[in-house]
């Protein structure tokens, strides 16, 4: 996900970023009404990150992650809820852990393991 995020430069940038909503004078947030375009590209282009990372969960995650307010926060809280989740090496690389997570799909295969794609995330 991260690669695909990285080759879409500005929601890469929100993602990191994140966003500041204009205030007033009180320090409140100022009416969308009275945006300007580079505020509204902003918005737009962190709507556009949150639900690319959305379309990319299964119902379980969605459920795990619970409320976030940006496509920052949201990036921020799968990294924790996967932290973890595959013992990489010292040293390797995310090609390499591919591979190792696709020999081991591959050796449930062999012994005849019906292996869903939204128990592949569970594997590592």
Known sequence: MESYL?????MWMIIKT?????LDGMGKPISCKNWDASI???????????CTLQCGLTKEELNQVGPFSSAKELWEKLIELHKGTFDT????MASQL???IQ?????LHAIGRKVENRDVIRLG
Do not use: C, M
């Open 103 to 107: 020999d081991l799909l591959n050796d």
């Open 18 to 22: 994140s966003i500041t909503l204009p």
């Open 6 to 10: 990285k080759t879409q430069f500005e």
């Open 40 to 50: 509204i590209k902003k918005v737009e282009i962190n709507v556009k990150a949150t």
């Open 98 to 100: 591919h591979t190792r």
């Open 89 to 92: 090496k010292e040293g390797e």
